[in-house]
Structures are given as structure tokens and as C-alpha cells.
């Protein structure tokens, strides 16, 4: 886009009078601002020139000419409230002054910020509907000839033109966020999943420091889930979860993306929202939740430019946190208080938690889509006016999805008795699959749905899973009859029916699947979670040990397996701190460190520091381990800063395995590097190894971290560790991983 200024010189040149300049072609918002400052500052004069955004309770400067090095710089973010844009854009000032102090609105910016301007410049950036985006201003140490002021429609038409860049950016913004919200999918719902969140999260960060845009992060954690899974099994629980996401996606604006965190936990990015938009969409949402019987805690944080987006899910975080203690207490106090009987019928129905995720009715918008194109191929091939996909569920007959033309009163979840209605006497043999005149069949004209459902003309055919058991039944119907319709019409239905059987059989299957790890995970829950053993860390020149690595034991099978599974129902996070629980319940006695494996996602989110927050952290090392990539380091870094600042020292697993774990080096600086187990296997025999290991333990010692050798199994192994100067390690030479009262240090090869 080309940014247009209007003719050269400063405010003591030819001005005014100048013939029009066409500035240098600008490709975004950034280049833009910088060469409009430019031509301002060339043509208009004064000091120092800035495009700022208000980004909550700051002012972030995203452009600046600091000619009269004052020290504004690109970046730079003050509190609102203290700047000189602030009483202009409130009409407490006027655009332009030539004297700062015969204006009093602008005595507390001249006290807060430092700036000694002498005049003082200010045009609102405001988009098409009147929103101001943000400002350019300008300021100078002497005062300037008033006449300046003459210049102020230029300024004001730059400014317009900013403002027309930075919108057509942040639009742009806006459609790539919701390209990012597909990325990602949570199994149960169809929202986003943690991957997504992250990128998303990342994503938003970088477009608010890069735009001075403000964003707020909502954060819902339902109540009972627990209690609902065990008492009513995991069926009764994701119908509760398929609702609340429903109910998210139908009251938040659209361009918010709404993410499954996993188990109990939501979360929503909400763009461009300050704290009123933010808590205005959580009291909003907190009714809709009610209205739909969904008992949740809610919380909100709004993004801070010195602080970003990873402290204002912390923010949200704690927000409902204190939110469901008072949930809790309040629900002990109506406990505690004598119960009157109600005065109407004591039988109410029953809270509609939504469709059941198993059969294709969840919550994947991309199988709901792909049902649906189906359906209208269906009706459109027949000339009908619906087609719809029935369950059958018991002795009732359920609408699961509907392709329909304006006018028709068929919607999902609308049910029939399923004796009633003609799909089970075509199944009994007792109707054609094709009617064309309902009202003229003796069967169909007696049956009562015919006219409840104003059914003219019906072609039905079963839908199967791929071994054979019926799921329920493709129909097309018409308000008319339909003369036209012959009994081969059928086939049309029965080649969809098959394509959507094979649909559902995937979906099924999947659901199934889930519904199996849920069991195990159920089952390791009762048994008392996953159960700890911890493996000695040992200083190698005199075999001391000196720190315990946390294990995770199971009932059966291999633990990355477990975790792995977990991860893909969404309860990895949860198995992971369950896990770190125990670690710490059951820690070995004794003075050495206990190292903790979490995943990046896990060590990025402020769930880990609640589960440490009574840990004396000096005594703690987390293990980042690389069982997935990490989409944002900056956040992680944010989110383990003020843990290492109570003194948790950081671990970074498999290092010389490839590329990701260098990066984990490079990025975390740990306090202590772990040389993957493939690099030591056999070292005492492989130069290139050697090699290898001895350039890890010279970056280490460069550093300042320490190597631990992972996995030494052999006296010979040890002795040529030991002669490359790493410092300590584990493995089955050094002593097996045991329960607590039995990790010891043997240093016999046991």
C-alpha cells in the first residue's frame, strides 16, 4: 500500500504551499509508520515523532523518530493514564499546543513520563467506525511557531492513512487467527486443542507487540466432571463437556478462538478485548452456562504490554481458582440451610447436556460437515425438501443432523417414538422404503408423525456400521407428494447410506478407543495413580549420589504409551501432574535434588506451578522432556521465570539425539544437560561418540550447566565418562530405579 503525503519542507519552509509527494511504497503497518514519521518529521518539524496504540492500561509505542533523544524508542510502553495522547484522546487537550504548560490536562503527563516537551502534538488513528486505534504524536524541547498548527489537516490525513493500514493488518490478523483455530482439534468437542492454543497464543503475542493491541484470555473449568464420570461413566461426562463447548462457541464473538485445554479446562483468546469487553463476555457467558444447566468457574486476565499474554492466562487462572472456592462455599452454605418443598410437581425434566460424541453428533465440526454435504446431496438428488440421518436409541428415534430448505420444522434432537414412525415398518417389512403420497398409503396416513412432522412424500433406507449393526436410518422427506418417485429411487439413499455408514464406523471406532484409555485411566485412578520409582543421580568421580529422577510406573505396559494415550483423550496434563504428585508424596529421604519429567505444554501452563507451590523449589529440578514440539519458547521461558527465581533449576532431556533437543539447550540454558542414552551406549568403543560428548561437556562447562550421562550400563562406560570430564550420571551401573525407601546408590553395576 502507498502511503500519500502532501509536499516537503519543515514549519519554517514553503509548507502549506508545497505541491503533493507520493512517499516510498510501503508492504505493512510497520514500514508505513516509519516512513510516514519521516515525511512528518521533515515537513512539520518538532522533535520527536511516535505512532502509538493504547494496549489496555499502556501506551506502547510501535514507531518512533527520536530526533531530540528523549528517549523514546520502538516498543517503549508507559501507563496510559501518564501520557499526553491520553487527555487528547479524552478532549481534555487540544491536538496541538505550542505551549505545554498553559494546559493543565497535560501536568500529570509532563510529572509521570519525564518528557520535558515544550509544545505538544496528538491525531487520533481512528478506523472507519469510529474506533481509535491508536495516535500519532510529536513533541519538541523548545517551543515551536504556533503556526504549525497549520499543518495539523497533514498530520490528520497521515494519520487516516495509518489507520487504514494498521485496520486492513489487523483484519488480516483476525482471518489468519481463525485459519490457526482449525489447526488443532479436541477429539470430544471439535474446538482447538493445547497445540492450537499455543500457536494461537504465541501468534496473538506477537501481533499485540507488534501492533500495540490489547487481548484478554477467558479461562472455564467445569464443575463435577469427576463425580459425573464416575457415578454416570465417561458418556454422561462428554455429553457435559460437548455442551459447555457449544455453549462457548454459540456466546463468544466469532473471531474469539475457544480451545479445549483438556479434562475439565476451556479456554478462550479473545482479540482486541480490554478488561470491561472481557468481563462483560465472562458475566454473559457465566448466564448462558446457568441457563444451560452447566456448572463451571470462570476467570479472565487482559493482556499487559510489559507482561504479555502467558501472565494473563496466569491472571485467569488464579481468577478461577478463586471462583470455584467461592462456588464451593457457597454450595456448603445452601447445604447447611433447611430445605423448603418445592410448590410445583416435584418431577423436572432433565438438563439436555447435547448429542453424544460416539456416533458422529459430537462435537467434530469436520465429520458434521462432510454428514451434512451427504444429506444435501441426498435431498438435492431426490428433489426433496430435507434429508435427515435418525438414531435409533432405544425404542426412540432421534434426529441426528438435517439438510433442509428454508420452512421446514425438522431440527437435530427433535425424537419420535420408534414404533411410530415409518423407519421401523420399513425395517419390519411392513412399508416400501419409497412413499410418494404419505397421505395415500393406509399405513403412513393412520401414523400420527405424518402429520406432526407434515410429511407428503418419505424415502428411507437403514444406515450400518461396516460388521453389520444398524445405527439408525437416512431419510428424505417432502411437505408434498411426490408422484415422480420410483422404487429404484432407493439406491440413491443406499450409496449415501454407505458412505455415511463408513463415516460413522471411523467415528465410532475412535470414540470406542477413547472410551477404553478413559477406563485404564479410571482404573489407575482408584488404584492410586501411576506409581513412582526414582533412579539415582550420581557425581561420577566418587559415586555420591546427589539427586533422585522421578519414573512413573504402571499396572501394565510401557509408560510413554500411557502418557502418549492420555495426551490424545486430553488428559495427558492431568496424568502428567498426577504423576509429579506422587513423585513428591513418595520422595526419597535424604538432602539431594529430585528431578521431575513434565512436557513443554505441562511446564507452560500455570498448572505446574500450582502443584509446586508448596515445594521448597531449591530442592527441584524439572526435566523438560521432547515428546513434542514447542511452539512458543517465549512463553515457556515466561511461565518457568518465576519459578527459577524461587530457585527450580531446569533439565533438559536427550540432548545429542537431534535437532529439537539442542534447541532446548540453546533456548532453556538449563542448569543441567542429559546426554541421551543413544550417545553413551558403547561410548567407550565409538570415537564419534566420544566426540560428540566431549564438544556437549565443553559447551556445558562453557556455560555453566552440568552433564548428566544418561544410561551407563558398563564399568568401561563409566571410566571413559568419567575421562571426559562429565560430571555425573545414572543408569543401571550406577543403581536401578526403585521405590523410595530403596534408592540407593550401589556403583557394582546391579
Not at 472455564?220 to 459447555?244: F, Q, S, T
Amino acid at each position: 500500500m502507498d502511503v500519500e503525503g502532501r509536499g516537503r519542507g519543515g514549519a519554517h519552509g514553503d509548507g502549506a504551499g508545497a505541491p503533493a509527494v507520493l512517499l516510498p511504497p510501503v508492504s505493512d503497518f510497520a514500514s508505513a509508520a516509519a516512513a510516514t514519521l519521516r515525511h512528518l518529521h521533515q515537513r512539520v518539524g518538532m522533535d520527536t515523532w511516535a505512532v502509538a496504540r493504547r494496549d489496555g492500561e499502556d501506551y506502547v509505542v510501535l514507531s518512533a523518530l527520536d530526533a531530540g533523544r528523549v528517549g523514546m524508542r520502538d516498543g517503549g510502553v508507559m501507563a496510559w493514564d501518564d501520557t499526553f495522547c491520553a487527555a487528547t484522546v479524552a478532549g481534555d487537550t487540544p491536538r496541538f499546543s505550542p505551549c505545554v504548560e498553559r494546559e493543565p490536562a497535560w501536568e500529570r503527563a509532563l510529572a509521570a513520563t519525564g518528557f520535558p516537551w515544550r509544545s505538544y502534538l496528538s491525531v487520533p488513528m481512528t478506523a472507519p467506525d469510529g474506533t481509535v486505534l491508536g495516535t500519532v504524536c510529536a513533541g519538541s524541547l523548545e517551543p515551536v511557531d504556533p503556526a504549525v498548527g497549520l499543518q495539523l489537516p497533514d498530520v490528520e490525513l497521515a494519520a487516516d492513512l495509518l489507520a487504514t493500514v494498521l485496520g486492513h493488518e489487523l483484519r488480516l490478523e483476525r482471518e489468519a487467527h481463525r485459519a490457526r483455530e482449525a489447526a488443532g482439534r479436541d477429539a470430544v468437542t471439535g474446538l482447538g486443542d493445547r497445540r492450537a492454543w499455543d500457536a494461537a497464543l504465541a501468534a496473538e503475542e506477537a501481533r499485540a507487540k507488534r501492533l500495540g493491541s490489547t487481548a484478554s484470555v477467558l479461562l472455564l473449568a467445569l464443575g463435577g466432571l469427576k463425580e459425573l464420570n464416575r457415578a454416570e461413566g465417561h458418556d454422561a461426562g462428554d455429553r457435559l463437556i460437548v455442551r459447555a463447548g457449544q455453549v462457548l462457541r454459540e456466546h463468544l464473538r466469532p473471531e474469539d478462538l475457544v480451545v479445549r485445554l483438556g479434562g475439565d479446562e476451556f479456554a478462550a483468546l479473545l482479540p482486541d478485548a480490554d478488561r470491561a469487553a472481557a468481563t462483560a463476555a465472562l458475566e454473559g457467558l457465566r448466564a448462558a452456562l446457568a441457563d444451560a444447566g452447566v456448572p463451571a468457574s470462570l476467570g479472565v486476565g487482559t493482556r499487559r504490554a510489559a507482561t504479555g499474554l502467558p501472565a494473563a492466562w496466569r491472571e485467569a487462572d488464579a481468577a478461577a481458582r478463586v471462583d470455584r472456592a467461592a462456588r464451593a462455599q457457597r454450595a456448603r452454605a445452601a447445604a447447611a440451610q433447611p430445605r423448603t418443598p418445592p410448590a410445583g410437581p416435584l418431577d423436572e425434566p432433565p438438563v439436555a447436556f447435547g448429542a453424544d460424541g460416539a456416533d458422529g453428533a459430537g462435537g467434530d465440526p469436520e465429520l458434521t460437515l462432510r454428514i451434512e454435504r451427504l444429506l444435501d446431496a441426498a435431498r438435492r438428488q431426490l428433489g426433496m425438501e430435507a434429508a435427515v440421518l435418525a438414531r435409533f436409541e432405544g425404542e426412540v428415534w432421534t434426529l441426528r443432523h438435517v439438510a433442509a430448505g428454508p420452512g421446514t420444522a425438522l431440527v437435530p434432537g427433535l425424537s419420535w417414538d420408534l414404533r411410530g414412525t415409518y423407519c421401523r415398518h420399513v425395517l419390519a417389512g411392513r412399508l416400501s422404503a419409497v412413499v410418494p403420497d404419505a397421505a395415500a398409503h393406509p399405513v403412513t396416513a393412520a401414523l400420527p408423525i405424518t402429520a406432526a412432522l407434515d410429511i407428503g412424500a418419505y424415502v428411507g433406507v437403514p444406515v450400518r456400521f461396516n460388521d453389520g449393526s444398524l445405527y439408525g436410518t437416512l431419510c428424505a422427506l417432502s411437505s408434498t407428494p411426490q408422484p415422480e418417485l420410483r422404487p429404484r429411487d432407493r439406491g440413491v439413499l443406499e450409496i449415501i447410506a454407505e458412505a455415511l455408514g463408513e463415516l460413522l464406523t471411523r467415528d465410532h471406532q475412535q470414540a470406542l478407543r477413547r472410551r477404553a484409555v478413559l477406563a485404564r485411566l479410571d482404573a489407575l485412578h482408584r488404584e492410586g495413580g501411576p506409581r513412582p520409582v526414582y533412579q539415582p543421580i550420581v557425581e561420577l568421580e566418587g559415586l555420591r549420589r546427589v539427586g533422585d529422577e522421578a519414573l512413573s510406573r504402571f499396572p501394565h505396559g510401557a509408560p510413554d504409551t500411557w502418557f502418549a494415550d492420555a495426551a490424545g483423550v486430553g488428559a495427558g496434563e492431568q496424568l502428567e501432574l498426577a504423576a509429579v504428585r506422587a513423585a513428591l508424596a513418595q520422595r526419597p529421604l535424604g538432602e539431594g535434588f529430585l528431578s521431575l519429567n513434565v512436557s513443554p505444554a505441562v511446564a507452560a501452563s500455570p498448572a505446574l506451578a500450582r502443584v509446586l507451590q508448596e515445594e521448597d523449589l531449591r530442592t527441584l529440578v524439572v526435566e523438560v522432556t521432547e515428546h513434542e514440539q514447542v511452539s512458543d519458547y517465549t512463553a515457556l521461558l515466561r511461565h518457568l521465570a518465576p519459578l527459577r527465581q524461587g530457585g527450580l533449576r531446569i533439565a533438559v532431556d536427550d540432548a545429542g539425539a537431534g535437532f529439537a533437543s539442542m534447541r532446548h539447550v540453546l533456548t532453556l540454558q538449563p542448569d543441567f544437560i542429559k546426554l541421551d542414552i543413544g550417545l553413551i551406549r558403547g561410548i567407550d568403543r565409538d570415537g564419534t561418540r566420544r566426540a560428540l560428548a566431549a564438544a556437549l561437556t565443553t559447551f556445558a562447562h562453557q556455560t555453566g550447566a552440568r552433564v548428566i550421562a544418561e544410561g551407563v550400563e558398563t564399568a568401561e562406560e563409566l571410566d571413559c565418562l568419567r575421562a571426559l570430564g562429565v560430571s555425573h550420571g545414572q543408569g543401571y551401573h550406577l543403581g536401578r530405579p526403585a521405590p523410595a525407601p530403596a534408592a540407593v546408590v550401589s556403583g557394582l553395576g546391579a
